[in-house]
Nanobody
Framework: QVQLVESGGGTVQAGDSLRLSCVVSGFTFSSYAMGWFRQAPGKEREFVAAISWSGGGTRYDYSVQGRFTITRDNAKKTVYLQMNNLKPEDTAVYYC???????????????????WGQGTQVTVSS
């Protein structure tokens, strides 16, 4: 049974930091690129960041570049999203997702990701 379980969300003030975690089970984690996406109220779900199976390749949406960092620990089957200098516009439900991909160029396309978590809420107040 495939499971992706996000945690670490919460309510913070602008300028604060949060670290999201996503623990997976039910598939070979080290064969999958991992991504974080988010959906704000009334908006489409959008790409945030992704990391290749080995961690050797990463990509970010321009809106979070320099503030967010995606990492992974294959031994723990966990992907992380360190979010610094949070802004009110970062308020959203954050989802982790898995994409079977064995190169170092993670995709940003939602359709490439096969498995999804249930999401964790991040709220940033001004």
């Amino acid at each position: 049974q495939v499971q992706l379980v996000e945690s670490g969300g919460g309510t913070v003030q602008a300028g604060d930091s949060l670290r999201l975690s996503c623990v997976v089970s039910g598939f070979t984690f080290s064969s999958y690129a991992m991504g974080w996406f988010r959906q704000a109220p009334g908006k489409e779900r959008e790409f945030v960041a992704a990391i290749s199976w080995s961690g050797g390749g990463t990509r970010y949406d321009y809106s979070v570049q320099g503030r967010f960092t995606i990492t992974r620990d294959n031994a723990k089957k966990t992907v992380y999203l360190q979010m610094n200098n949070l802004k009110p516009e970062d308020t959203a439900v954050y989802y982790c997702a898995a994409d079977y991909r064995l190169n170092q160029r993670p995709s940003a396309a939602q359709g490439d990701f096969e498995y999804w978590g249930q999401g964790t809420q991040v709220t940033v107040s001004s």
